[in-house]
């Protein structure tokens, strides 16, 4: 049984029809009912009385005594994790840092270092942070409740013990996406302030002339990238480390982990002492300094 809408004399009227065979077994229809012309049925709101009726008659519930029972419960983001656990596990880098940092008793270090990287990409927060954004969104593979703030330090704890092995196997992920012969390589230096007045024996927050101009506790951090953007060497230094010190054993690094022959290299006149260009022009590998 259906309704139809039939025409007659540029009018339309809505009849119920039920379909059925006949003694030939030939498929047929006939009129259960005729409900009016179309446009009466609409502007009556006989439609909405007619539903309600067959609803009732077959012991459901209508649209109106069915609206209390609806409720909507928040909604949690997942595309962009979605998308981003796809691509970090594309790049292997789930299977090559948990071959690293090998999972804890208690948590998996992996896991934790990857919603910490995926905040960082979506909506930058705190390790304290971390917790309030997850209420609103999904990570794949992830219990919010595994991630505390104890366990994401702890996480930060084990990625300082094995940074040179990271380092090593990003470079080894990295190395297809990179060209044999880079065009060219940007590097910079950039400090960054630390507040708080505790410290410990050799730690990295130094006092030491900001970019700002003023003397401020800061680290500073330096990054390699190609032309297009991808950063190939990161790197924290003291926050009173002179820059001069910092551009040759970074670019020593970058050389020794990515099969390069030529490269270009761009960085402020600061950088470029005449020691740095002693230290670096003998290579064969790069050609040529810029600033």
């Given at each position: 049984m259906f309704v139809k809408?039939?025409?007659?004399?540029?009018?339309?009227?809505?009849?119920?029809?039920?379909?059925?065979?006949?003694?030939r077994g030939v498929s047929r229809q006939r009129v259960i009912a005729t409900l009016g012309r179309l446009e009466a049925v609409l502007l009556a709101g006989q439609s909405n009385a007619l539903i309600s009726g067959l609803l009732r008659a077959a012991g459901k519930p209508t649209p109106e005594q069915g609206t209390g029972d609806v409720s909507f419960a928040p909604a949690l983001t997942i595309g962009d994790t979605w998308m981003l656990t796809a691509l970090w596990k594309?790049?292997?880098?789930?299977?090559a840092l948990r071959r690293i940092v090998r999972p804890h008793r208690q948590f998996d270090a992996e896991r934790l270092l990857r919603v910490m990287v995926f905040n960082r990409l979506c909506d930058p927060e705190s390790k304290l942070g971390i917790a309030r954004w997850l209420e609103g969104t999904r990570v794949p593979d992830v219990s919010s409740q595994a991630v505390t703030h104890q366990r994401l330090l702890r996480t930060m704890d084990t990625l300082v013990d094995c940074a040179d092995a990271i380092d090593d196997t990003l470079a080894l992920l990295l190395r297809p996406l990179i060209d044999q012969e880079l065009s060219i390589?940007?590097?910079?230096?950039?400090?960054?302030?630390?507040?708080?007045?505790?410290?410990?024996?050799?730690?990295?927050?130094?006092?030491?002339?900001a970019k700002e101009g003023d003397i401020a506790r800061q680290v500073m951090l330096d990054v390699v990238q190609t032309a297009e953007g991808l950063p190939i060497q990161i790197e924290v230094f003291a926050g009173?480390?002179?820059e001069t010190h910092t551009l040759v054993p970074t670019l020593r690094k970058v050389l020794a982990r990515y099969p390069i022959r030529r490269v270009v290299l761009v960085a402020e006149r600061g950088l470029l002492s005449l020691d740095n260009l002693e230290a670096v022009h003998p290579?064969?590998?790069?050609?040529r300094v810029s600033h």
């Open positions: 809408i039939t025409t007659s004399d540029k009018r339309q009227y809505v009849k119920l029809v039920e379909s059925f065979r006949d003694a594309e790049l292997g880098l789930d299977d390589v940007f590097y910079d230096l950039t400090t960054i302030r630390a507040e708080g007045q505790s410290e410990s024996t050799g730690e990295l927050r130094q006092f030491g002339l009173n480390a002179a290579s064969s590998t790069l050609s």
